[in-house]
Nanobody, 122 residues
């Protein structure tokens, strides 16, 4: 099976930084479009960022624009999300996703990781 595993979450003070990583393994073919979503407590899953197969294009939600950078290394099947100047509203479970086409809704993506918790303290 195709598996996505996130890592790098934790507790950080407001204004601090974290870098999340997602490793893809299993029966993979061509690189997928990769994305990050997040789900705050008792809220819906929301788009954060996405990156094309070759890293030629990146996409960001307005809520994180200029504060996050998505990148990938296809040689080691890893996608990363660098987050700076974190705010309490960034607190959520962050999920890595893979799909055939870029989109900003969960329905666009076929494979999902288990999620990693990010908590930003005031």
């Amino acid at each position: 099976q195709v598996q996505l595993v996130e890592s790098g979450g934790g507790l950080v003070q407001a204004g601090g930084s974290l870098t999340l990583s997602c490793t893809v393994s299993g029966r993979t073919g061509s690189p997928y479009v990769m994305a990050w979503f997040r789900q705050p407590p008792a809220k819906d899953r929301d788009f954060v960022a996405a990156i094309s197969r070759s890293s030629a294009r990146t996409y960001y939600a307005d809520s994180v624009k200029d504060r996050v950078t998505i990148s990938r290394d296809n040689g080691v099947n890893t996608v990363s999300l660098q987050m700076n100047r974190l705010k309490p509203d960034d607190t959520a479970v962050y999920y890595c996703a893979a799909g055939e086409c870029y989109g900003r809704t969960p329905a666009e993506y076929t494979y999902w990781g288990q999620g990693t918790q990010v908590t930003v303290a005031s």
